[in-house]
Every structure is written in structure tokens, then in C-alpha cells.
């Protein structure tokens, strides 16, 4: 398997890790948003604005990896590079998901208190 076919499969991967996370909190989401601003303008763009922000997160994770020399001949280096990788997505994923939910809980909370 050469380096290119890694590099891809792990992108292909991040994408559909990124996608299904999605997929699982997109209700949680939408409940949310409708929750914290009642206007359906302001709730598409926050959702989108959500998802686009996931999808690159697991993305740019991904994509970010490098694979040494070796691991054109040794398949250990390349499951170990392979996995790294996907180390690296989720790692990006997760942070971005506590941001993103930070700000939405700062969002509600001083949207509460003008209430």
C-alpha cells in the first residue's frame, strides 16, 4: 500500500467520522439553537455554521499528517502513522466541539439574563 492510498484512506475516514458526528448531534443541536434564538434565519446559520466547523475540524486533522520514510516498507510504521492520524482528528474534533459548546452555553446564559 504506498503512502498516497494511506493519506486517502485516512481523509475518507475523518470525513465520515466528521459526518456521523454530525448525524448524532444534529437534533441536540437544532433543540438547542431553537432553544437559545427564536428566529429561524439566526438558527440555520448557527447550525450550518456548526456543521461546517465539524466537518473541517475532522478534516484538517487529518490532513494534517505526515508519514516518515519508513513507512513505505514497513506496514507497522503504517498503521501506527495511519492511526496518529485519526489520533490527531479526533483530538481536533473534540476541542472544537468544547469551544463551540462554550460559546453556545455563554449565548444562552447572557441571553437568559436579558430576559
Not at 486517502?8 to 465520515?16: D, R
Not at 443541536?29 to 428566529?39: A, D, G, Q, R, V
Amino acid at each position: 500500500m504506498d503512502i498516497l492510498r494511506l493519506y486517502l484512506i485516512g481523509v475518507g475516514v475523518a470525513a465520515v467520522f466528521g459526518i456521523v458526528i454530525v448525524l448524532l448531534l444534529k437534533s441536540g443541536i437544532e433543540s438547542l439553537l431553537k432553544t437559545m434564538f427564536p428566529e429561524a434565519a439566526v438558527q440555520k446559520f448557527w447550525s450550518r455554521l456548526f456543521y461546517t466547523v465539524v466537518m473541517l475540524a475532522s478534516l484538517s486533522g487529518a490532513m494534517s499528517a505526515a508519514y516518515p520514510d519508513e513507512a513505505k516498507t514497513d506496514r507497522l510504521i503504517r498503521i501506527w502513522s495511519l492511526m496518529n492520524q485519526w489520533e490527531a482528528m479526533g483530538f481536533r474534533l473534540l476541542w472544537t466541539l468544547l469551544v463551540i459548546l462554550a460559546v453556545f452555553l455563554l449565548a444562552y446564559a447572557l441571553r437568559k439574563k436579558e430576559t
